[in-house]
């Protein structure tokens, strides 16, 4: 079992920035495609961005596609969301997850480790 733990959220003004990191455990972290969802209040769990074991491809939800970027550093098992012009919309509780396998994927049925979340507010 891989332990996901999420840091980096808080209160930020629109228009600001966040970044927000993933610590991750376990040996064999490079073999699998990581991702980033969230939820706001009220509304269902939605992706937001993954990248694959190698870190040679993205994929972003449209409505954070050139404000936000994910990038991972399978040295340190580490995965990053880097947040830009923040929106008040962007407002939710963030979670890493890791895919089941190696290749990238937008679906949270294919992801089998969550990590707790950190909260991103984002003011108007």
């Known amino acids: 079992q891989v332990q996901l733990v999420e840091s980096g959220g808080g209160l930020v003004q629109g228009g600001g920035s966040l970044r927000l990191s993933c610590a991750a455990s376990?040996?064999?972290?490079?073999?699998?495609?990581m991702g980033w969802f969230r939820q706001a209040p009220g509304k269902e769990r939605e992706f937001v961005a993954a990248?694959?074991?190698?870190?040679?491809?993205?994929s972003y939800a449209d409505s954070v596609k050139g404000r936000f970027t994910i990038s991972r550093d399978n040295a340190k098992n580490m995965v990053y969301l880097q947040m830009n012009s923040l929106k008040p919309e962007d407002t939710a509780l963030y979670y890493c997850?890791?895919?089941?396998?190696?290749?990238?994927?937008?679906?949270?049925?294919?992801?089998?480790?969550w990590g707790q979340g950190t909260q991103v507010t984002v003011s108007s």
């Open positions: 997850a890791r895919a089941s396998g190696i290749y990238i994927t937008r679906r949270a049925d294919q992801y089998d480790n």
């Open positions: 376990g040996r064999t972290f490079s073999s699998y495609s």
């Open positions: 990248i694959d074991w190698s870190a040679s491809i993205t």
